[in-house]
């Protein structure tokens, strides 16, 4: 938890090339709209973030520190899927803006346990006043073909109280909708993927309406499909397949009168996409001020995770 001191202190105190007073500095905030991140310690061991984003041609920096956060911190998101902080920019955290003699500058700049001895910065312009904003934004979905806005299906704008199956797993988050043990991306709910539901897989009679991601029974047999595992009972009625080369739960001919009762849903994956962006207002660099920098949008693997949810059988 200490290299993130450590680079910083050697960065500050690099041997500096001071603009002779003819010299013309090409000043610009020209950099991509993604920033990557670092996490250690201060000298008096509270936890800090680096914030940093590097260019080639000319080869720049510009980072800002803040102090008294972890990484893990700013993917604690509320109830609503969102987490801000504002926090100062002070001579403790400050806002670098920095060139280098260098042609290229390494991945590893700011977060390198050992420092590249070859990095040479020219310029080092610092502010010690502004504020910085983070703010994060989860995104969650089930991944079953289905965009997560289609799903409100009362059409109230609350995707979290649609729950079709009642699993208590609300339909954008549902990778089973109707709680049969068949995945929903596996009953063609959008075949041509037109985002047009109206044509999803219906093998049900025709006085059944229902399309098969929504019906607890699909072939209308009156066995609900997740009891039709005549085979495997390995909570997949898919792979049972007892006559005629179909699925027993899509095969009206087939019926499991007497045969075993599923007792679990299957394991549902839900993947959390985190959208970190970065706000840095009021700051004043020697050569710049401004009232407002978008510093841009986090690229981190740390963006992307998932989680695992079974529901309570009824």
């Known amino acids: 938890m200490r290299k993130l001191f450590f680079v910083?202190?050697?960065?500050?105190?690099?041997?500096?090339?001071?603009?002779?007073?003819?010299?013309?500095?090409?000043?610009?905030?020209?950099?991509?709209?993604?920033?990557?991140v670092c996490s250690g310690e201060t000298s008096t061991g509270q936890s800090t973030l680096v914030?940093?984003?590097?260019?080639?041609?000319?080869?720049?920096?510009?980072?800002?520190?803040?102090?008294?956060?972890?990484?893990?911190?700013?993917?604690?998101?509320?109830?609503?899927?969102e987490y801000e902080n504002t926090t100062s920019i002070s001579s403790s955290a400050p806002l670098n803006y920095r060139t280098y003699s260098n042609t290229t500058l390494p991945d590893n700049l700011f977060c390198n346990v050992v420092p590249n001895s070859d990095v040479n910065i020219k310029n080092d312009d610092e502010s010690i006043s502004g504020t910085v904003t983070i703010n994060t934004v989860l995104v969650e979905d089930d991944n079953d073909g289905i965009p997560a806005e289609l799903e409100d299906r009362n059409g109230n704008g609350d995707l979290n109280?649609?729950?079709?199956?009642?699993?208590?797993?609300?339909?954008?988050?549902?990778?089973?909708?109707?709680?049969?043990?068949?995945?929903?991306?596996?009953?063609?709910?959008?075949?041509?993927?037109?985002?047009?539901?109206?044509?999803?897989?219906?093998?049900?009679?025709?006085?059944?309406?229902?399309?098969?991601?929504?019906?607890?029974?699909?072939?209308?047999d009156g066995i609900i499909t997740r009891n039709e595992e005549n085979d495997s009972e390995d909570l997949n009625p898919a792979n049972d397949i007892t006559s005629d080369g179909i699925a027993d739960y899509l095969n009206k001919d087939v019926a499991n009168i007497g045969g075993p009762i599923a007792?679990?849903?299957?394991?549902?994956?839900?993947?959390?996409?985190?959208?970190?962006?970065?706000?840095?207002?009021?700051?004043?660099?020697?050569?710049?001020s401004l009232d407002i920098y978008d510093f841009g949008t986090l690229s981190s693997s740390a963006t992307s995770s998932s989680r695992t949810e079974t529901p309570d059988f009824p």
């Open 8 to 36: 910083f202190l050697v960065l500050v105190f690099v041997p500096l090339n001071s603009c002779d007073d003819g010299d013309i500095i090409d000043f610009e905030l020209d950099f991509e709209n993604t920033f990557q």
């Open 51 to 81: 914030f940093y984003k590097t260019k080639n041609d000319p080869s720049e920096s510009i980072s800002v520190q803040v102090n008294g956060l972890n990484l893990e911190d700013i993917f604690e998101v509320d109830e609503n899927g």
């Open 161 to 220: 109280d649609d729950d079709t199956d009642g699993d208590g797993l609300p339909d954008y988050l549902d990778a089973d909708d109707d709680g049969d043990n068949v995945l929903t991306k596996d009953e063609d709910p959008d075949p041509n993927g037109d985002g047009d539901l109206s044509d999803a897989l219906n093998t049900n009679s025709d006085e059944d309406t229902l399309p098969n991601y929504l019906d607890p029974d699909d072939d209308g």
């Open 263 to 288: 007792t679990a849903y299957r394991e549902h994956t839900i993947t959390e996409t985190y959208t970190v962006t970065l706000t840095v207002a009021n700051f004043d660099l020697n050569l710049i």
